[in-house]
């Protein structure tokens, strides 16, 4: 049996992976991951989220029996890649926000990281910020609210334009700001709206692509995608089958139970 190519983010955020690594991998089987039970992750205690984070990959690894895992969630990466390194002995490829894409790509040395809360103030974000935009200006915005706008675009539910429009506000008052980093892999999905939002030319980068090149480099042998490939939640729902459904996801399964059951203090 091909073994799949697990893609695992809190909600639907990581289906922009999925986009990227269909174009670049068409041949290669997938399945998803996603933890809707306790969606969003950005606004959860990191000591929560690692032990959260690690119980369900592992769980999701098992049940789908992956080759590999890839953590298509910068809020999960930023914060769990070590601990899903030393409890899984399949490759384990993350997601970080494109800093150094962002400090290339400006022509003003001034961008914006638009994120969730966590990953806008994360260590290593600041670490990345060090090693390749240490001479750039950055106007970080945690806009958690947006993941749930994408959340409703994907259902077919109204998107709020308002609530975009405020989000995106603080990035206008640096006039010189031209490039903003998509940290948030459901940051993507709302492409549309954004530019709709944005009173001049921006360049959005997101790591989608990225992460799909590093993907071909790790996986030498990726299996041929099945007839069906499934996914996984915490908290299946029709709504969100159909969803996964529209990226080839024929079957939603309830994850097995977990480990550790700590609620959220
Ligand atoms: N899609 C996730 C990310 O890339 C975050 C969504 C959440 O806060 O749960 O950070």
């Known amino acids: 049996m091909s073994r799949p190519i697990l893609v695992f983010d809190s909600g639907v955020g990581g289906l922009s992976v999925v986009a990227a690594l269909r174009h670049r991998l068409p041949g290669a089987a997938l399945a998803y991951l996603c933890d809707n039970a306790m969606l969003p992750y950005g606004t959860k205690p990191d000591d929560w989220l690692v032990t959260r984070i690690a119980d369900v990959c592992c769980a999701a690894v098992t049940a789908s029996n992956a080759s590999a895992l890839v953590v298509a969630c910068n809020t999960a990466s930023t914060l769990a890649l070590r601990e899903l390194r030393a409890r899984l002995n399949i490759p384990v490829i993350g997601t970080v926000p494109a800093i150094k894409p962002a400090a290339m790509a400006t022509q003003s040395a001034t961008f914006g990281l638009l994120a969730t809360s966590a990953t806008v103030r994360r260590p290593y974000t600041d670490a990345l910020i060090g090693d390749f935009a240490a001479h750039c200006h950055i106007v970080r915005v945690a806009a958690d609210s947006l993941v749930t706008q994408a959340e409703r675009k994907l259902r077919g539910e109204a998107v709020d334009i308002a609530e975009i429009t405020h989000a995106l506000s603080p990035f206008w008052t ?14 993507p999905l709302l492409r549309d709206e954004l530019n ?10 997101d790591s989608g692509d990225a992460i ?9 042998d990726v299996a041929p995608a099945k007839t069906v490939e499934s996914a996984w939640s915490s908290a299946p729902t029709p709504a969100l089958a159909k969803v996964l459904a529209a ?8 994850l097995p139970p977990l480990p550790t059951s700590s609620p959220l203090p």
């Open 196 to 205: 709709a939002c944005a009173p001049r030319r921006i360049t959005w980068i």
């Open 174 to 187: 640096v006039a010189e700001l031209d490039t903003v980093v998509l940290g948030c892999t459901h940051f």
């Open 247 to 254: 990226y080839g996801f024929a079957s939603l399964e309830p």
């Open 212 to 220: 799909a090149r590093r993907v071909a480099q790790v996986m030498i």
